[in-house]
């Protein structure tokens, strides 16, 4: 989409739950999204009917050494324990820049952060990168773009999700379009399986890995649905900690697992090798779908 010289409105955000520092973004036609620069957060997005579609906890501290929980954290260079680095790498904890505020020659609203490599990434992750991070939105869409480059002089590998917390009653909901996949199940001792049913309901913890998904996902609601595309990245993950892992979660109340449930964008079982000067180009499109 060719962008045009006009600002999007941004602002800071004034909602009594939501720290005021936050970047706030609004579409021609209303849809509207809330980012942190803390982990290049995206913290709230809004289609244009005003309707939230992103989970997001009340109980997060805001502090600076902390993730944020809900949203849609940016996981790199390591996704979860799959390394030697903290667990879900450091992106998500360090500051990062605003690039970019603009609205396209569609209406569409359009925010570019970045973050790059420094003396304390450097002590974790011995390599020179530089992130962007693309979010544009509109309508009922959302669409966000992940890329890495290497600006280093020598090859290096990550691992990488976009960690989006879907809004959803999760007693109330199903996930389509994941039938026939393998699958590697964290909570059964990382067990290689195949999905047998055609939906996918939660009713407990679940951690899964899908390996190859190249189909949109749908996550299925009473009155609504919303269609989950993914390219570049290779797997999804779907998590819900549930009862019990709820509890062990200080920053998530005790019944958060009732409204939320996770569906990533991820390159986890295979790590993505980027040569020196070479970049990566992953995305996670959400359409909501049906009345709200």
């Not at 949203?71 to 605003?98: N, S, Y």
């Not at 001792?189 to 939906?199: F, G, L, S, T, Y």
């Amino acid at each position: 989409m060719s962008e045009s010289k006009q600002q999007a409105q941004a602002s800071q955000a004034a909602d009594h739950d939501l720290p005021a520092d936050l970047i706030v973004a609004t579409a021609a036609d209303g849809a509207q999204v809330k980012v942190a620069l803390h982990g290049g957060h995206l913290c709230s997005w809004r289609t244009a009917d005003g309707a939230e579609h992103l989970f997001l906890s009340a109980l997060n501290t805001w502090r600076s050494d902390a993730a944020i929980r809900g949203g849609m954290p940016v996981i790199f260079p390591q996704f979860a324990g799959e390394g030697a680095l903290p667990k879900h790498g450091f992106a998500r904890v360090r500051e990062w820049t605003l690039l970019e505020s603009s609205v396209l020659a569609d209406g569409a609203g359009m925010l570019r952060l970045g973050l790059s490599d420094d003396a304390e990434t450097r002590k974790l992750f011995p390599h020179a990168f530089a992130l962007e991070l693309r979010l544009s939105f509109g309508g009922r869409t959302l669409h966000a773009e992940l890329s890495v480059t290497n600006r280093g002089d020598q090859p290096f590998q990550f691992t990488c999700a976009l960690h989006t917390y879907l809004q959803a009653q999760v007693a109330q909901s199903a996930i389509l379009g994941l039938q026939g996949h393998q699958y590697r199940d964290a909570l059964d001792q990382r067990r290689i399986k195949v999905v047998d049913e055609a939906e996918l309901r939660i009713s407990a913890e679940i951690d899964r890995v899908y390996f190859q998904v190249d189909q949109p996902l749908t996550l299925q609601q009473p009155g609504h649905a919303i269609v989950v595309a993914q390219g570049g990245f290779a797997d999804a993950v779907v998590w819900n900690p549930w009862v019990g892992g709820s509890a062990a979660i200080a920053d998530l109340p005790a019944d958060g697992y009732q409204h939320f449930v996770c569906i990533e964008a991820a390159a986890v079982a295979r790590p993505v090798a980027l040569a020196a000067g070479d970049s990566w180009l992953g995305f996670q499109q959400l359409t909501v779908t049906g009345p709200v």
